[in-house]
């Protein structure tokens, strides 16, 4: 099942020209034109038809939204609210970073409903808990997904499992290349050695490198530096094992014995029910998901809850989940689960209020040794597969520098806001 769905936004540039290694035309994503966001008793909101456009794309929600009345408004914080449209990496982190997510978005003073479908949604998104998030952090995602993105708030899916569309391709492109795979073999240490690297395998083998890229979970790099003592400095080992996962994430798929409605949306995001995050029907999108649908007569369900309150074991996780699809979704009520894979991860960085001054970058204290992955610090804005992407692209131009090998570009929606230039 991997692990559940994912959006391939429009602006996760770095990531889609890495794909189009496999595909140059990127055939597999298929457009989602809209999403709802889904509330209790009826409550809705879209992202389909804004404008595209920086700053007009914010004031057409504002508009239209039916979350926000115009008495609202004079009694939004202002100030908070601009700093959305004021992005500015290090003005925004000085400011925000030590402030959390849960603080900022009080600081809008946004009526309870509003918040819950305009802004719960999308900050729980980056499945760390609004009290445990930097509120940089969330504006750095504001504008990287909206305020300053100008490829509008929708995306792409893939139409077939990753498996088969992503990673079994990218490994063929690899191995043509003279790359080798070794697979379920744990690295358990790194020794810097001259102008290269020594990697100590689980088997007691070691592996002699020219260059080393750390692209890890938060919890393998640091299990990989605490079994490294020559690896980095004092205090870059001590950033790196300040490092910390957030709360658990849920994915749970259902292969029901009927059909979803037919107007059910492909993804649909969700608030105010629970721990439900999302719902996914993959008989909309997916070919394998469709295929079985057809022949059985089922629908393929996938719901999600991130950042999971403690105390909730797998039982009531699913039971929270499968009230939240049946209010959403009635018609799954009566439905017979089929098959189901589920799926409690707790492997996601924290991106705590206060981290960004300790975190981590690409760049290690070893010319021939660098970081990648989505919990590694840069200056793009970017989040989640595109800031993996991103920061793996620029460790690769980092240590094939050495050898005058051409850099493959980066690139970013603008870095600032509209109103960056503001005293925010």
Known sequence: MERGFHGFFRQYYNLRDLLRRVDPDLAFLVPLEDYPLLGPDGARESFS??????????????????????????????????????????????????????????????????????????????????????????????????????????????????????????????????????????????????????????????????????????????????????????????????????????VWRLWLDRPCRSDRAAFAGTAGLGILDNISVYERFEAESRAWAARSGGSVVEVHAYAVPPGLDENGIRRDLLAGLHALYPETRDARIVEDRFLLRDDCPSFAPGSRGTRPGVHTPHANVALAGDFVRTEIPCALMERAATTGIEAANHLLGRWDVREAPLWSVPPRGLLAGLPL
């Not at 603080?103 to 999308?122: N, Q, W």
């Not at 808990?129 to 995602?141: D, I, K, N, V």
């Open 49 to 250: 038809s804004l404008p595209r456009l920086p700053g007009l794309n914010v004031a057409a929600l504002v508009r239209r939204t039916r979350s926000l009345r115009a008495s609202d408004l004079p009694r939004v914080g202002v100030r908070s609210a601009l700093a959305m449209l004021a992005f500015d990496g290090d003005r925004t982190y000085a400011r925000w970073d030590a402030t959390s997510a849960h603080a900022y978005l009080d600081s809008l003073r946004f009526p309870a409903h509003a918040r819950t479908m305009l802004f719960d949604v999308f900050s729980h998104s980056f499945f760390n808990p609004e009290e445990g998030l930097s509120a940089a952090e969330l504006l750095m995602s504001f504008h990287f997904y909206f305020m300053g993105n100008p490829e509008g708030l929708v995306f792409d899916v893939v139409n077939d499992p990753f498996s088969r569309t992503i990673w079994e391709p990218l490994r063929r492109v690899l191995e043509a290349r003279g790359a080798r795979f070794r697979l379920s073999t744990r690295a358990e240490g790194v020794v810097p050695d001259g102008g290269g690297a020594r990697v100590e395998l689980e088997s007691g083998e070691v592996l002699d490198a020219d260059t080393v890229v750390l692209a890890t979970t938060v919890r393998g790099l640091r299990a990989i530096v605490e079994a490294s003592p020559d690896l980095g400095d004092a205090s870059w080992r001590r950033d790196v094992l300040t490092l910390e996962v957030t709360r658990p994430f849920a």
